[in-house]
């Protein structure tokens, strides 16, 4: 059975760049365990949008956020950025791997976070490379630069670095 709880509450979202209102008075709901597709045409907000569920939009200059974003019943504002971005993973339309090994770019994020086990860092590797079906391809290359992987399986390597943390 799913749990449909809100994991998402947007209350008056409005994000401008400088004077340019990319958003305005945007209201929704978005349910855990769910499907939720945000669509529309290039230019129209859509990138913005999602980058407000971590704060990604804080990293760019000269953007201002109002209304209230919250997760799980908690104002996002309140809670820790690393914690936010850690549980709210974000994968983007091109592919962005990191100029390290195809190993390195998974283990990269439970690095960050303190683990230093190989053979810990062996198992996430995998398995997340497992469920970005990208590992029978790899496996025997984890040593090789991800920048040398196809755009599909770079796509992949992003999918798998994201979910190596365990987001929500």
């Known amino acids: 059975m799913q749990d449909n709880h ?3 509450l947007i209350e008056n979202l409005e994000v401008k760049y ?3 209102r990319a958003l305005k008075d945007i209201d929704m709901s978005i349910k855990a365990n769910a499907v939720t597709a945000i669509i529309g045409p290039s230019g129209c907000g859509k990138s913005t949008f999602i980058r407000t569920f971590n704060r990604m939009n804080d ?3 000269n953007v201002t956020t109002s209304g209230i974003v919250s997760k799980d019943g908690k104002d996002i504002q309140t809670i820790d950025i690393v914690d936010l971005r850690k549980s709210v993973g ?4 091109r592919p962005n791997p990191f100029p390290k090994s195809i190993f390195d770019n998974i283990a990269y994020g439970p690095r960050a976070h303190g683990l230093k086990s190989m053979a810990e860092l062996s198992q996430i590797v995998e398995r997340s490379l497992r469920r970005a079906v ?3 391809e790899v496996k025997d290359t984890l040593d090789k630069s991800a920048l040398a992987l196809s755009g599909g399986q770079q796509q992949r390597l992003c999918i798998a670095r994201a979910l190596a943390v365990k987001p929500d």
């Open 90 to 93: 974000m994968i983007f339309q």
């Open 6 to 8: 809100k994991k998402f």
């Open 18 to 20: 400088d004077d340019f």
């Open 134 to 136: 990208l590992w029978d």
């Open 59 to 61: 990293l760019i200059p």
